[in-house]
């Protein structure tokens, strides 16, 4: 298992940007694919996006173009670019690692995000 640490949430106002990172507990270098989940108030959660050992990076239909996904593997760290911001996204967001059978299996405790409109 992997302990998986996130920062970078806050308040930000609709078109800003934020940068959530994840630092995890060893090494990510193995780890076949990294992600970002989220879940709004009332809502299931949502695969945000994802990024393999190799590179290849995956993203939700409603954030492409605005978010972009990152690792760096010398900092155990994966990150999470998010700009034009909309209110939308207003979210716990997770960090995410382990694809297992079409799902992430290791998650963190989540960082808030909030887009004030």
């Known amino acids: 298992q992997v302990q998986l640490v996130e920062s970078g949430g806050g308040l930000v106002q609709a078109g800003g940007s934020l940068r959530l990172s994840c630092a995890a507990s060893r090494s990510i270098f193995n780890i076949n694919a990294m992600g970002w989940s989220r879940q709004a108030s009332g809502k299931q959660r949502e695969l945000v996006a994802a990024?393999?050992?190799?590179?290849?990076?995956n993203y939700a239909e409603s954030v492409k173009g605005r978010f972009t996904i990152s690792r760096d593997n010398a900092k155990n760290t994966v990150y999470l670019q998010m700009n034009s911001l909309k209110p939308e996204d207003t979210a716990v967001y997770y960090c995410?690692?382990?694809?297992?059978?079409?799902?992430?299996?290791?998650w963190g405790q989540g960082t808030q995000v909030t887009v004030s409109s």
């Open positions: 995410n690692a382990d694809w297992v059978d079409k799902r992430f299996a290791q």
């Open positions: 990024i393999t050992s190799g590179g290849s990076t």
